[in-house]
């Protein structure tokens, strides 16, 4: 079976770190494109970050320079450093697989899977 699961969110005070994990199962992530987004409720889905299978990565500009996407090959996972975490970095992040060459990285329905989500909330 493909899947995605993501891991890592929590409670963290502004400015503080946290550091997310996407495994994934079924698919080789490194030749694919992988993305990280974020909801919060009564809002649309947000691309925050993206890795493609070239290398090259995408960022929302809210977190450039905060946040790193990196992959791990040998463990076929991805991960997200968000680093001088603010309250409005507070949502639900989920972790996507785009297995196509689509253009643009922060449209959702160019997704093919998705983890179930993790919880991560910035607040003093």
């Known amino acids: 079976q493909k899947q995605l699961v993501e891991s890592g969110g929590g409670l963290v005070q502004p400015g503080g770190s946290l550091t997310l994990s996407c495994a994934a199962s079924?698919?080789?992530?490194?030749?694919?494109?992988i993305a990280w987004f974020r909801q919060v409720p009564g809002k649309e889905r947000e691309g925050v970050s993206s890795?493609?299978?070239?290398?090259?990565?995408e960022y929302t500009d809210s977190v450039k320079g905060r946040f790193t996407i990196s992959r791990d090959n040998a463990k076929n996972t991805a991960s997200l450093q968000m680093n001088s975490l603010k309250p409005e970095d507070t949502a639900v992040y989920y972790c996507?697989?785009?297995?196509?060459?689509?253009?643009?990285?922060?449209?959702?329905?160019?997704?093919?899977?998705w983890g179930q989500g993790t919880q991560v909330t910035v607040s003093s």
């Open positions: 079924g698919f080789p992530v490194q030749y694919y494109t």
């Open positions: 890795i493609h299978a070239s290398g090259y990565t």
């Open positions: 996507a697989v785009d297995t196509l060459p689509h253009g643009d990285w922060n449209r959702v329905d160019n997704y093919d899977y």
